[in-house]
């Protein structure tokens, strides 16, 4: 799966903005914060990118269990979704 081009990311202060642009802009108006976790996913799925790899990027990068990353990896996904930014 991969992001849908025509949203950028930005960190502004202590806060990850993503932001529609050019033609996106016109059917997605909406500003997603993130967090630094929300943020890693975010860079990850601008490549192709799978639920495994997107848990294994969380497991190297925080100290948590693997049933924790999975789940937070599952809702980040399902959030995405929802708003219509992934490409199956």
């Known amino acids: 799966m991969?992001?849908?081009?025509?949203?950028?990311?930005?960190k502004v202060a202590d806060t990850y903005v993503v932001v529609a642009v050019g033609a996106e802009a016109k059917k997605h108006?909406?500003?997603?914060?993130?967090?630094?976790?929300?943020?890693?996913l975010w860079e990850k799925l601008s490549e192709d990118a799978t639920e495994d790899s997107l848990t294994n990027a969380i497991l190297e990068v925080y100290d948590i269990d693997e049933a924790t990353a999975r789940?937070?990896?599952?809702?980040?996904?399902?959030k995405v979704k929802s708003e219509d930014l992934i490409i199956e």
């Open 2 to 10: 991969k992001l849908k081009t025509g949203f950028v990311l930005r």
């Open 71 to 78: 789940k937070d990896v599952k809702a980040f996904i399902a």
């Open 29 to 40: 108006n909406v500003m997603i914060t993130l967090n630094e976790t929300g943020a890693l």
